[in-house]
């Protein structure tokens, strides 16, 4: 599902031609997982995964500014 939601991100050019361009993507797309989880029935040590991995993109982020 992640995936598909980085497709799209890619087929409307979201955050193209901004530095980090990749970490502000991988941001959106776990926030959106994250908000889906119920609707999905995403299962809780997926969701963990999601959290953790959020939490580390948006450190690199604050650290890379």
Known sequence: MEETYHFKQNLIELNVGKPKRELLNEIDAKKWLL???DKYNIPRNETEITQ???KTY???LGESE
């Open 35 to 37: 908000g889906v989880v």
């Open 58 to 60: 948006e450190r690199l």
């Open 52 to 54: 953790k991995q959020l």
